[in-house]
């Protein structure tokens, strides 16, 4: 079924803790400004023969069932991004399958509305125990802080992180456990390698589609958010400090004129 994919369905994604702790702090890595990669412009995925549909611009989107203010039905992504999400695409298609983009490059707006009120709320609702400082950490492992500042940009402003799954070629998804963006636990790249239920066929299917995701996208050169099995991205500051860079390619990145009128 899975053809050449198989054996990347069979090898365990390593412990990620050591991920989590080399992405602390990723915000004060510096940026190649000047370099070629910040140079390139944002380009839409379907240019790359990319699927997908921005999961923030429509109301079929648990578990917020309602479009955010200011998203847009645009994807976009820098072009050395998109180029390396078509070649694991090509290795996809081999084995009737193709990546399914949710979210790429994302307006600040929608950044400050799931970062200041939207993930605060539910944080406090199901802790209400909680500080401000502890609220605040609890938001950060999945929203970063919008920035406009050239030096800290937040992940999706720079147009180098995407948030993807794997679909067959008729579009039904593969089971990875849970659903995209579900901001907790299982989330977590790695939950499913854990001593959970290991007789449930669910969360071994689940496993195996998480690691099939995680090797094509690590053999591709991106790094991934270990909190979120969907977030993956290649040259921004996050990336920089998972694949133990001295510097981050990209920096804020801005559509051109017109480009988010066109899904």
Do not use: C
Request: net charge negative; aromatic share 12%; no cysteine.
């Amino acid at each position: 079924m899975f053809g050449e994919l198989a054996s990347l369905r069979s090898k365990k994604i390593p412990e990620l803790e050591s991920s989590r702790a080399m992405k602390r702090g990723y915000r004060d890595l510096p940026i190649a400004q000047t370099g070629a990669h910040n140079a390139e412009p944002l380009a839409h995925v379907k240019e790359f023969g990319l699927a997908g549909r921005n999961y923030y611009a429509h109301a079929r989107n648990p578990p917020y069932w309602a479009a955010a203010a200011g998203a847009i039905d645009a994807l976009l992504v820098r072009e050395s991004v998109g180029r390396r999400l078509q070649d694991v695409n090509a290795r996809l298609v081999v084995s009737g399958l193709k990546l399914f983009i949710f979210d790429a490059w994302r307006p600040r707006a929608v950044q400050a509305y799931f970062h200041d009120v939207w993930m605060p709320a539910q944080v406090r609702a199901r802790s209400p125990h909680f500080t401000d400082a502890e609220v605040l950490a609890e938001v950060e492992r999945y929203w970063a802080a919008p920035s406009q500042s050239p030096t800290r940009p937040a992940p999706h402003a720079t147009g180098g992180a995407v948030d993807l799954s794997i679909v067959w070629s008729d579009g039904e998804p593969l089971f990875m456990g849970s659903m995209f963006d579900d901001a907790s636990a299982i989330a977590a790249t790695d939950y499913f390698e854990r001593e959970l239920n290991a007789d449930s066929f669910s969360f071994a299917e689940a496993r195996a589609n998480r690691r099939l995701l995680y090797w094509l996208m690590l053999e591709a050169g991106f790094a991934n958010h270990p909190d979120e099995w969907w977030h993956y991205s290649y040259g921004d500051q996050m990336w920089a400090a998972l694949k133990g860079e001295r510097a981050a390619l990209y920096g804020l990145a801005e559509p051109a004129a017109g480009m988010l009128g066109a899904a």
